[in-house]
């Protein structure tokens, strides 16, 4: 049974630092995708980085030079680095993997993931 497990939320200032990781377990297969999403009461869960099992990666445009999506431990461990931590990154973020054979021109599209995590809370205080 594939599981999903966030850590390392909180609350930070603006300008801060986060690390989120997600340690992933139940599959032997390295997943096709593997990315972290965000989402606000009210609003559409959004892509923000994934990373491909060749190591490209992708990140929203909003993220772009502030965060940095990394696997560790042969893909079991994904991370997200987000520096320079803005009051509109407040949202839960989720991991989430897509377990099988699958190609996806847009890997921050949620329908590419089959697995997801429960989430961890993100609080950046202006």
């Known amino acids: 049974q594939v599981r999903l497990v966030e850590s390392g939320g909180g609350s930070v200032q603006a300008g801060g630092s986060l690390r989120l990781s997600c340690a992933g377990s139940?599959?032997?297969?390295?997943?096709?995708?593997m990315g972290w999403f965000r989402q606000v009461p009210g609003k559409e869960r959004e892509g923000v980085a994934a990373i491909k099992r060749d190591g490209s990666t992708t990140y929203a445009d909003s993220v772009k030079g502030r965060f940095t999506v990394s696997q560790e431990n042969g893909a079991n461990t994904l991370s997200l680095q987000m520096n320079s931590l803005k009051f509109e990154d407040t949202a839960m973020y989720y991991c989430?993997?897509?377990?099988?054979?699958?190609?996806?021109?847009?890997?921050?599209?949620?329908?590419?993931?089959?697995?997801w995590g429960q989430g961890t809370q993100v609080t950046v205080s202006s």
């Open positions: 139940g599959y032997t297969n390295r997943p096709s995708y």
């Open positions: 989430a993997v897509r377990i099988g054979v699958f190609w996806d021109p847009a890997p921050l599209n949620t329908a590419v993931y089959n697995y």
